[in-house]
């Protein structure tokens, strides 16, 4: 029963790992807009999800830790994005920065309301799944 409910959760938690670390990534980019020679990062959400649901379900059939002295698999932390890129910026500056503002905002606000959309999405799924354990 327990598995279930992990294997149903799992991939939310995933997302929104992935998520926060993109955030990270965009506020860093955000945060280095006026240093010289900075180079803006991001990722392709949608190709890290995948493989960390691949990962994920590749995990499943490990072995389990049966002592804190037992080392982990590698990713065990939550997944990790593996693939950070340079962006091409639209307009090149002369400074050699290649943030650009716009884009920069409006990539952090849409990851902002996606990642708060699967944090209601999860609120919602773990609410029904009380409510169907609950005796009548």
Known sequence: MIDKLTG??????????????????????????????YKARDFDFASELQRAATKGRAQSTELARTSAGHMGSPGSSGPQVDNLQYRIPAQSRLDGNTVDMDIERSRFLDNSVRYQASLTFMNSRIRSLRSAMQPE
């Open 8 to 37: 149903t959760l799992q991939f939310h938690q995933e997302a929104l790992n992935l998520r926060d670390q993109r955030q990270q990534v965009l506020a860093n980019n955000i945060a280095n807009a006026d240093t010289p020679n």
